[in-house]
């Protein structure tokens, strides 16, 4: 079992629609990053968090400490939303220890 | 533009080959990673490097040797891959290490790298 794991795997929407991204982990952290990838590989990051919530334009992003979890909700989803978004946790005070899901493959469609 | 530049975007080469990734970045950060993404897995950190020094490497096999001649190149040197090399690979840096909000990841856009 991956130490972060994300939930769905692929999700396919209506432009328009709410859409929400969950990430499970097991190890303690110190920070939860939120990335986006697009098709040509380029990563971005969208949110880094330790705790409570985080909103950038029609992104918003969650933690709860307690359960591990934390959430990414896209408000009024557009086809160029469309990427794999990335869950990675950070365990101890590094960087390089980031430790990171899978992704969920978002696809909107219009 | 990331300001993480990355070449060549895509490269092919076979097993006896020898080749090189390089990776550039002028944002005045400190420290740079090398991360490995194979289809359908996590994102795997190959190296770091802090002030020029390599500070991590996690277990990855000689035939990837990186060099970073000054803070702002970092190279990956590719010698007598095996066709499991194939994998985009991505660059990284950050103001430093510590991973405080202040020094979040910025990636380049990889380069897509097939073993024939």
């Known amino acids: 079992k991956n130490e972060v794991e994300q939930s769905p795997q692929n999700l396919t929407a209506q432009e328009g629609e709410f859409i929400t991204i969950n990430c499970s982990y097991s190890?303690?952290?110190?920070?939860l990053h939120w990335l986006q990838q697009h098709p040509g590989g380029g990563i971005v990051s969208l949110f880094m968090?330790?705790?409570g919530k985080k909103k950038h334009g029609r992104l918003i992003a969650t933690i709860n400490i307690q359960e591990k979890h934390s959430s990414l909700h896209i408000t009024a989803s557009h086809p160029r939303d469309s990427a794999v978004y990335i869950c990675?946790?950070?365990?101890?005070?590094?960087?390089?220890?980031?430790?990171f899901g899978k992704g969920t493959k978002l696809s909107v469609k219009p | 533009e990331t300001g993480v530049t990355q070449t060549p975007r895509h490269l092919v080469m076979g097993m006896t080959n020898k080749k090189s990734l390089k990776c550039e970045q002028h944002?005045?950060?400190?420290?740079m990673y090398w991360y490995k993404q194979s289809a359908k897995k996590p994102l795997e950190l190959m190296f770091v490097?802090?002030?020029?020094?390599?500070?991590e490497n996690n277990s990855v096999p000689s035939r990837f040797s990186p060099e970073c001649p000054n803070s702002s190149h970092l190279f990956l040197h590719l010698h007598t891959l095996q066709p499991e090399d194939s994998a985009l690979y991505l660059c990284?840096?950050?103001?430093?290490?510590?991973?405080?909000?202040?020094?979040?990841?910025?990636f380049g856009n990889g380069t897509r790298l097939t073993v024939t």
């Open positions: 944002l005045g950060h400190n420290a």
């Open positions: 990284a840096s950050s103001q430093d290490r510590s991973g405080t909000v202040n020094s979040p990841l910025h």
């Open positions: 190890v303690g952290i110190s920070a």
């Open positions: 968090l330790s705790s």
């Open positions: 990675a946790v950070r365990s101890g005070g590094s960087q390089g220890n980031l430790i």
């Open positions: 490097y802090s002030l020029e020094e390599r500070v």
